[in-house]
């Protein structure tokens, strides 16, 4: 199994500029979740999904929108990237009734 | 906001002493968890402690919970250079397990 996957693995873009990260679990599990890491602070949550079919905010979700394609696969979305969103983000998901959330290797986003 | 924060410290430990880092947060949970970040990956879970349990045990590592004090405590006894990494503590401050995390604590194992 590979777990949680990300693709990309970096990109750069340009204010203005749109780009979709995607993210896909090959673990069956329900929940899948989108967080940002900024230097020096701890992981803040963007958009989750319990569900299929399902999504909602997090702390964190002006300037992203995120679809649940189907249960293996959850993207976010930066429909005009700001130098603010330059940031790590990381997919994770865990299994219904589990706390445990497995977490992909992250996308290093930088936008100037 | 942040609901967890650890204390910002970085430790610099010799191999084979113990490292203890901490936690508090800010909301009432049910349940509190640990993740390990090397650098430049991404988090792994370590160990979860539920609201009802004041201490755990995984291995080498030791986690409690004083619910009283919002605070938490992780300590790795007989640390290895491989616990060389940024140690964050994590809460379910929102539900439906949406975790809120600390800024997270940096550990360098000195071989």
């Known amino acids: 199994n590979a777990g949680v996957t990300q693709t990309p693995k970096f990109q750069v873009l340009k204010t203005g500029q749109s780009m979709t990260l995607q993210c896909a679990q090959d673990?069956?599990?329900?929940?899948m979740y989108w967080y940002r890491q900024d230097p020096g602070m701890g992981l803040r949550l963007i958009y989750y999904?319990?569900?299929?079919?399902?999504?909602d905010k997090g702390e964190v979700p002006n300037g992203y929108n995120v679809s649940r394609l189907n249960k293996r696969e959850f993207s976010l979305r930066l429909e005009s990237a700001a130098p603010s969103q330059t940031s790590v983000y990381f997919c994770a998901s865990n299994r219904q009734g589990l706390e445990t959330q497995y977490f992909g290797p992250g996308t290093r986003l930088l936008v100037l | 906001s942040q609901q967890g924060e650890e204390d910002p410290q970085a430790l610099s430990i010799q191999e084979g002493e113990n490292a203890t880092m901490n936690c508090s947060y800010k909301t009432s949970i049910n349940n509190l968890q640990w993740y390990r970040q090397n650098s430049g990956r991404g988090l792994v879970h370590l160990i979860l402690?539920?609201?009802?349990?004041r201490e755990k045990h995984s291995g080498r590592l030791r986690v409690t919970l004083d619910t009283s004090k919002k605070s938490s405590s992780l300590l790795i006894t007989a640390s290895r250079a491989a616990d060389t990494a940024s140690y964050f503590c994590?809460?379910?401050?929102?539900?439906?397990?949406?975790?809120?995390f600390g800024k997270g604590n940096q550990v360098v194992v000195i071989p």
């Open positions: 994590a809460t379910d401050a929102w539900g439906n397990n949406r975790l809120a």
């Open positions: 999904s319990a569900s299929e079919g399902t999504t």
């Open positions: 402690i539920r609201s009802n349990e």
């Open positions: 673990m069956n599990h329900n929940s």
